[in-house]
T-cell receptor, first 116, second 113 residues
Framework: GAGVSQSPSNKVTEKGKDVELRCDPISGHTALYWYRQSLGQGLEFLIYFQGNSAPDKSGLPSDRFSAERTGGSVSTLTIQRTQQEDSAVYLC??????????????FGQGTRLTVV | GENVEQHPSTLSVQEGDSAVIKCTYSDSASNYFPWYKQELGKRPQLIIDIRSNVGEKKDQRIAVTLNKTAKHFSLHITETQPEDSAVYFCAASIRGSQGNLIFGKGTKLSVKP
């Protein structure tokens, strides 16, 4: 497909379990973003990858959250020891920008995480 | 950290009226300001963007203005239609982070027929 793909689309997990959320960006896009959107709320920045540069992790809410981007393509967001307040839609976006010129960021459909 | 403030959080207008949403940003080096529209249950999609080398950009019924001195930018929708009802997000690039995008908290626009 031509768009940003996220999996799974829905995830229900028990409190205390670890989860992994996957993002397949558009091929060739160097920039990749993760955001969290709680019900009816805004887009909370989590982490940003740009090419081979060190990622901007300043938005990660706690050390239970981490993300990787392997080979400059697929990214995985990991949440350890999930808590109920982690329940939200996790959105991934990618863009073709270089470090000096922003271009349109395309969003995936999101992963709806529910911690019970 | 860098911050983007967006107002109002909710906006209700009559069909045919204009709607204006305003955002301010804190990073004076920001140079890219996109606006996204998110319909219920769908992903955010870009509707218009502006770069710091221009003060205004129009696309049919939508326009964005930028005031770099005051560090604020606005979205203007004219002749609103019911299908304009959605949540709108502004964003600003963070140059110190090589182009990271920070979003405002969103404005829920309702257009009443």
């Amino acid at each position: 497909g031509a768009g940003v793909s996220q999996s799974p689309s829905n995830k229900v997990t028990e409190k205390g379990k670890d989860v992994e959320l996957r993002c397949d960006p558009i091929s060739g896009h160097t920039a990749l973003y993760w955001y969290r959107q709680s019900l009816g709320q805004g887009l909370e920045f989590l982490i940003y990858f740009q090419g081979n540069s060190a990622p901007d992790k300043s938005g990660l809410p706690s050390d239970r959250f981490s993300a990787e981007r392997t080979g400059g393509s697929v990214s995985t967001l990991t949440i350890q020891r999930t808590q109920q307040e982690d329940s939200a839609v996790y959105l991934c976006a990618s863009s073709s920008q270089g470090p000096l010129m922003n271009t349109e960021a395309f969003f995936g459909q999101g992963t709806r995480l529910t911690v019970v | 950290g860098e911050n983007v403030e967006q107002h109002p959080s909710t906006l209700s207008v009559q069909e045919g009226d204009s709607a204006v949403i305003k955002c301010t940003y804190s990073d004076s080096a920001s140079n890219y300001f996109p606006w996204y529209k998110q319909e219920l249950g769908k992903r955010p999609q870009l509707i218009i963007d502006i770069r710091s080398n221009v003060g205004e950009k129009k696309d049919q019924r939508i326009a964005v203005t930028l005031n770099k001195t005051a560090k604020h930018f606005s979205l203007h929708i004219t002749e609103t239609q019911p299908e304009d009802s959605a949540v709108y997000f502004c964003a600003a690039s963070i140059r110190g982070s090589q182009g990271n995008l920070i979003f405002g908290k969103g404005t829920k626009l309702s257009v009443k027929p």
